[in-house]
């Protein structure tokens, strides 16, 4: 996506979804991308973020000369002092999102192991002494603890730095410590906030090995699911259901065929193209399927009611899943009607390390419960449809984001016993 992208363009492209995703104001952060002649391209200052422009960017040359219509940022000095400190950054990301930013004025760092691939994504996670914004003693302070190995670094009463060897790369790091942190922030309001053990993190590094087969001719009927699968995982990323690395949605074609969204790939760009067919347990040629395809072939296999899986990564119903709290679907009619029963499993069965694993995810799920809750991980809606599953894991997020700003004002209170019974017989469940 970002290979051929000018500096310009690329810095405008990210600073779009950081502002669009709330990570930060009209006025604050910065970006920039080191060019292989030493030049800085960099975001300008006190130009409105919401509504920045390719030639609003600002060139600065080795020399120190600016090249553009508008002054560099005001943080340009720890963005100059952090590519010194290390050569292997080529990009520099600085937000204030209000979740880290609520770390950053509390002097606590979040703690990445609450999911799988997080740890990855965001390296070592180090911690910036305050100093003034824009001053040559921030950048000082900021590139020290890059330059001891770190790759995320909170600064105290301030936001967010992260590096990478692209801005996208710099930009997942952000995305991801940001995702833990409203997590946290989430989950501690509900209960005990669990971690996952070095163990329990190796688990998620599975390879998958399927053989591949040439896919020719796709049927009209695949065609369509491809296109309503793009539209759903864009509505997702957007609704903050799934993150850039993270979600991953499947259709059922035919009895033992499959369409599925890919392994690494951006989920914000991904086209009908990326998609991957699987059929005959053989993958589409060219095509790497998400790590979980074992996983949603068994629930086809084993259900033939279901048509459709969403894997997904919301963070008021995942909030859930991180503490020692168990998530009642008796607050409204529709979350009952819609979500029924939603169990929550331990850690690690839903990444298919073993046939045992498969089989008691799928040996869970039915008419009556059709969403898992998998403990520090995801939540998995199935339904005989696309829009059913999509449904339903909206009304589970909004229905735990209920919960969650109910605790500001008391305890829930659920629908009886009574009024539950006097639902399942009006609505025939």
């Known amino acids: ?43 300008p200052k006190g130009i409105d973020k919401g509504s920045l422009i390719p030639k609003n960017i600002v060139r600065v040359l080795p020399n120190g000369t600016v090249d553009g219509i508008h002054e560099p940022s005001s943080e340009l000095p720890f963005h100059i002092a952090i590519y010194k400190a290390r050569r292997d950054i080529k990009a520099i990301v600085h937000a204030h999102p209000p979740a880290l930013v609520s770390f950053a004025i509390t002097r606590k760092i979040p703690d990445t192991r609450i999911v799988p691939k997080a740890s990855e994504i965001c390296g070592k996670v180090g911690y910036a002494k305050y100093a003034l914004p824009g001053s040559n003693a921030l950048g000082a302070v900021i590139a020290s603890v890059f330059e001891s190995g770190h790759d995320t670094v909170l600064m105290e009463n301030h936001g967010i730095v992260t590096v990478g060897n692209s801005l996208f790369h710099a930009f997942q790091k952000l995305e991801t410590l940001d995702f833990c942190a409203r997590l946290t922030l989430k989950a501690n309001i509900l209960g005990e906030v669990k971690v996952l053990s070095n163990q329990e993190l190796e688990l998620s590094r ?6 591949e087969f040439e896919h020719t001719s796709p049927s009209s009927k695949e ?55 699987i059929k005959n347990n053989k993958r589409e040629a060219g095509k790497k399927p998400s790590r979980s395809v074992g996983l949603h072939r068994e629930i086809y296999r084993n259900h033939t009611f279901i048509n459709a899986i969403l894997i997904a990564h919301p963070p008021n119903i995942l909030a859930f899943g991180v503490c020692d709290k168990k998530f009642d679907t008796r607050t409204i009619p529709e979350s009952y009607l819609v979500l029924r029963e939603i169990p929550k499993i331990p850690y690690g069965a839903e990444l298919g390390k073993s046939e045992q694993d498969l089989s008691s995810i799928t040996n869970l799920i039915s008419e009556n419960t059709p969403i898992i809750l998998c403990e520090n991980d995801c939540i998995i809606v199935t339904g005989s449809s696309l829009l059913q599953s999509y449904d339903r894991l909206e009304v589970a997020e909004f229905s735990a984001k209920s919960v969650i700003a109910s605790k500001a004002i008391g305890e829930v209170v659920p629908i009886n016993k009574s009024e539950i019974d006097e639902l399942e017989k009006a609505f025939g469940i």
Do not use: C
């Open 223 to 277: 065609k369509e699911l491809r296109k309503k699968i793009i539209s759903l995982i864009h509505r997702s990323y957007s609704q903050n259901l799934v993150t850039s690395t993270e979600g991953t949605f499947s259709a059922r074609v035919n009895d033992d065929e499959f369409i599925i969204t890919p392994w690494g790939m951006d989920r914000k760009y991904l086209s009908e193209e990326d998609l991957v067919l």
């Open 1 to 43: 996506m970002f290979k051929f992208l000018h500096p310009r363009d690329e810095i405008i492209e990210i600073i779009n979804r950081i502002y669009q995703n709330g990570m930060t104001t009209t006025s604050g952060g910065n970006l920039s991308i080191l060019d292989d002649d030493g030049s800085i391209w960099i975001t």
């Open 206 to 211: 599975k390879e998958i090995f399927l053989d």
